[in-house]
Nanobody, 127 residues
Framework: RVQLVESGGGLVETGGSLRLSCAVS????????MAWFRQAPGKEREAVAV????????THADSVKGRFFISQDNAKSAVYLQMSSLKPEDTAIYYC????????????????????WGQGTQVTVSS
């Protein structure tokens, strides 16, 4: 019912900026939350930012707060992650995700709350 197509990602120097985009298609009517997750080699997948699609309330992980910002367009057809002041520890595969209903059943930061996922895009921050 929902398809997520990511764009962006790449290689950036420490301190640089990058914007990731997630195009939303299908029928996102019932999607309550969208999020960006990341997973580095040897580490668990972690939420970095979450947005409530109706009221646009956001949550950002402590590790990225003040540096990353999640947003959505007016038509709710895309979600973005603006990343600034990038650090080597930000290096990971970044995934766009959407809940399968209006609620995040296991909490907004838990991967199992999200039914739809993008393909992932690699972000590498050089040291």
């Amino acid at each position: 019912r929902v398809q997520l197509v990511e764009s962006g990602g790449g290689l950036v120097e420490t301190g640089g900026s990058l914007r990731l985009s997630c195009a939303v298609s299908g029928d996102p009517t019932g999607v309550g939350f969208m999020a960006w997750f990341r997973q580095a080699p040897g580490k668990e997948r972690e939420a970095v930012a979450v947005i409530h699609t109706d009221d646009q309330a956001t949550t950002h992980a402590d590790s990225v707060k003040g540096r990353f910002f999640i947003s959505q367009d007016n038509a709710k057809s895309a979600v973005y992650l603006q990343m600034s002041s990038l650090k080597p520890e930000d290096t990971a595969i970044y995934y766009c995700a959407a809940t399968g209903g209006r609620w995040a059943t296991r909490g907004t930061l838990h991967p199992d709350s999200y039914a739809y996922w993008g393909q992932g895009t690699q972000v590498t921050v050089s040291s």
